[in-house]
């Protein structure tokens, strides 16, 4: 298996290729990934034989109010020869001193 965060490419481009602009939500997701670093996954690539299973971690670290203090990123998760299916991903951050509801 393995999970592929939002600025991770899945095929190497040629140089020549000219890659697509990125939309606002493409930025804003790399800058969650890149710059803020809120998600922590935990195995991200590994190997499983039958009737084997693995716990995955995902930390969110709540250290930055960036973006509203909502961090939402899709993380796919890719079987080696099997199906894909997408994560959603959803911290938030609460400014010191609001209220939980």
């Not at 959603?88 to 939980?100: E, I, N, Y």
């Amino acid at each position: 298996f393995r999970l592929i965060m939002p600025n991770e490419k899945e095929l190497e481009l040629e140089q020549w290729c000219d890659e697509a602009e990125h939309t606002e939500q493409g930025l804003r997701e790399v800058s969650i990934v890149e710059d803020l670093k809120v998600f922590e996954i935990e195995p991200r690539i590994g190997v499983l034989h039958p009737n084997e299973s693995v716990t995955i971690s995902i930390t969110y670290i709540h250290n930055t109010l960036k973006f509203g203090g909502i961090h939402r990123i899709p993380v796919l998760l890719r079987l080696h020869q099997g199906k894909q299916v997408w994560l959603d991903l959803v911290g938030r951050t609460l400014s010191t001193g609001a209220a939980v509801s």
